[in-house]
């Protein structure tokens, strides 16, 4: 390739670079959160506020919206980095031919037809087939392969999938090991890497099930305001007679009075507040929606390494004709020098190339770093020590073994390790006590493979080892020569053990209804093995493996979905991810997906919530998922469940808490229409702003940090459609919480006129009676304040007791309840305040009968909380 034919060839391929398309504008961003319907509402109530006279309150109520439009709008634009963070994978040069030279060339310029040069160390810069020679390759990233794989030049390009070409290597993959030299086939936005970019790009975040509910009730609640509104102009022009002025400043208040100001800043500091929480126990969240979204989550697709497992490969038993089965997981005798052992040991740390630094950093295969710490366990050294290789047989997909050709003290031995299938045929012989050899007989055969057997049935990988000694010059042996006639020195089972905390979250998980299904790109008997063992499924559990997902059509795989509770998906590509969380969504589950490579990203975008993992993962995946594991640990996953479970219990609450103070602040407006105006109104228009945005805010925010409420990891999880504001929930509200404070309030109202001397129909307009007037909706004001201090308590819990929950375990709410009495006591007693919201100061048998009002209102709910409590257990 010449310089002058690269150049050509960039204006026809464009530079090897990942890029974002169709980037979209900022302030269309900004504009969307501005514009959503709560947004809308609390528009509505800043005008309304305005038209008022209370501008101060307006204010407040605009400054709320530009504060909760500004934290969406960072957190949208934090999501949209995915694409960036896979270019970090794209080295910034490569060694290249270019005018018959080898040259460091700028990767961007590389173009198809060049020839690169790979070696030991070094990531691919772009797609390319191997000319000549063989390396072995860091694949994680793109298919999620936990070891490395042979790339050859005499490989073959038949296989199914392009990943598994043996002769090519691919964009943002590292070379462990070798040399070869390639020709780029593709560039940029069309290797394999770019294909996911542009998957992770395509596929966008829905609006969590929170978000949607919201949304819908929004709407629900401003045309309810609305047609309330313009209702009463009629009813107050002509059965009241009213001025129109008068009319309209009433409808004003009316619309007021369904707004819930509060409601969009309290369900955002919510969540804020569980994202706090999350962080604390180790799982970050970069969308705030997450937080419910993970209540709601049905089924979890994990990835298997580092997630379910400490991925730290170790040998857990070692078999050899002398010894039999050793356990290694424990205190372990030191073997002799010339045991079986020693000799099993021995072959093991030579035949490898990974390396356990003094001070205990590991580089290497986690195969061959198993056995490594397997020597140390047997008091023999791990350093290869004495062992200098003059050869080595790389290892191989297609033969599962490795050999090398090692000078020891003793002379010159080849050593060999691999699957037991492939080894065993390979030996002849068989190790005897003192360093001895016999022929391998068949029933000695047949027992090896019993035990072999065995332990693949438990998941183990398993690994033969063997040797033969070399005469003559080693350095004319062929693979074949070197690997026949081996001495077989035993086998081992290795395990990449499960984390010890996984499987009691399984439990929990089972126990909340919660569907677990693995999906890898490992072996799929590994992964069952490990799935049994953490107690996902058992060993009939279903396996899927990639290439028998390819062709399953969409109906044969929604039916998989629905009759087999918990899967493994193995070798599993990016697009299987990708229609696994579809497939799953379609059956109206909310799924959680984790995982840790580049080829994760697609799905962990798709996914109802994306979890990344913190220290294995990738940049991409923790840029294109919505939570990040600073732990990568399955237990926080379970965590965050929990967490996101309380969140949206304590949102309910707080929605109750809020609603609750809807019916007592329009019944009042209703009694004034019904009444034609022959009393006068009970409330005003300041006074429902001061409940709204003053008296009821704290303590809404101390129910957003309500504690767990007992059994929320016993129930099963609710559908994808259920709304976050049902039926029972409105009636609990509205009817009984609300009803009750109504008839309190307006008993109170109407104590406070008919003690003063007024009579029905009489004028309030001037003169003691107007005082009176005041004074009455004073007592109305009050009345909500003191309604809200029992609903308050009552909305702590959905269906346990208040003495399960305790009367004092959230001290924020003790503190809220404070502020609304002292904020309360501001508004009655001091007297700008009383000029702004129309109130005198309560006579002392007036303070007196709002005492008995939360205790009443609370007992109520308590009552039908303890019948509903007797009802169930009945059942």
Known sequence: MTDREAARRQVVYGPNMLIRRGRRRWPRQILRQLTQPLALLLWLAAVLAYVTGAGALAAAIIAVILLNAAFAFIQERHAEHAVEALAAYLPPSARAIRDGKEALVDARLLVPGDVIFIGEGDRVSADARLLEGSVEMDVSALTGESLPVLRSAEGDSLAERLLDASDMVFSGTSCTGGEATAVVFATGMRTELGRIAALSERVGHDKSPLEQQVTRVARVIAIVAIVMGAAFIPVGTLLAGLPLGDTLSFAIGLLVANVPEGLLPTITLALAVGVRLLAREGALVKRISAVETLGSTSVICTDKTGTLTMNRMRALEVWTPESGILGLDGVVPAAPP?????????????????????????????????????????????????????????????????????????????????????????????????GGRAPLVEPVRDRVFETVDAWAKQGLRVLAVAERAVDGNPASLTRREAESGLTLLGVAALLDPPRPEVPAAVASCHAAGIRLMIVTGDHGLTARGIAARVGIGNEHTRVVSGTELDHMPEAELDALLMANREMIFARSSPEAKLRIADALRELGHVV????????????????????????????????????????????????????????????????????????????????????????????????????????????????????????????????????????????????????????????????????????????????????????????????????????????????????????????????????????????????????????????????????????????????????????????
């Open 592 to 875: 959680a997906m984790t995982g840790d490579g580049v080829n994760d990203a697609p799905a962990l975008r798709r996914a109802d919530i994306g979890i990344a993992m913190g220290r294995s993962g990738t940049d991409v995946a923790r840029e294109a998922s919505a939570m990040v594991l600073t732990d990568d640990d399955f237990a926080s996953v379970v965590n965050a469940v929990r967490s996101g479970r309380r969140v949206y219990d304590n949102v309910r609450k707080f929605i109750v808490y809020i609603f609750a103070h809807a019916t007592p602040e329009v019944v009042p407006f209703l009694l004034y229409a019904v009444a034609g105006g022959a009393i006068p109104l009970p409330l005003t228009v300041m006074q429902i702003l001061a409940v709204d945005l003053g008296t009821e805010t704290l303590p809404a925010l101390a129910l957003g940090r309500e504690p767990e409420e007992p059994g929320t990891m016993e129930r099963p999880p609710r559908e994808r459609g259920q709304n976050v504001i049902d039926g029972p929930m409105l009636a609990r509200a509205w009817g009984l919480l609300g009803g009750i404070s109504a008839l309190l309030v307006t008993g109170a109202f109407f104590t406070t006129l008919l003690a003063g001397g007024w009579h029905y129909g009489e004028s309030t307009a001037s003169g003691y009676l107007h005082f009176v007037e005041v004074q009455a909706t004073t007592m109305t004001f009050l009345g909500i304040v003191a309604c809200q201090i029992g609903t308050a308590f009552a909305a702590r819990t959905q269906t346990a007791s208040l003495a399960q929950i305790g009367l004092g375990t959230n001290r924020l709410l003790l503190w809220g309840i404070t502020f609304e009495i002292a904020f309360s006591a501001a508004i009655v007693y001091i007297p700008p305040l009383q000029t702004i919201f129309g109130t005198v100061a309560p006579a002392p048998w007036q303070l007196l009968l709002l005492i008995p009002f939360p205790f009443i209102v609370w007992g109520a709910d308590e009552g039908v909380r303890s019948i509903r409590r007797h009802r169930a257990r009945r059942d």
């Open 338 to 434: 010339g045991s079986d052992l020693a000799r099993l040991a021995t072959a093991a740390v030579a035949c490898s190339s990974a390396r356990i630094a003094p001070d205990g950093a590991e580089t290497g295969d986690p195969t061959e770093l198993a056995f490594l710490h397997a020597a140390s366990a047997l008091g023999l050294p791990s350093d290869r020590a004495g062992v200098a290789r003059l050869a080595q047989f790389h290892f191989d997909p297609a033969l599962r073994r490795m050999s090398t050709v090692d000078a020891l003290a003793d002379g010159t031995w080849v050593h060999c390790k691999g699957a037991p299938e492939e080894i065993v045929p390979l030996c002849g012989w068989i190790s005897e006590p003192g």
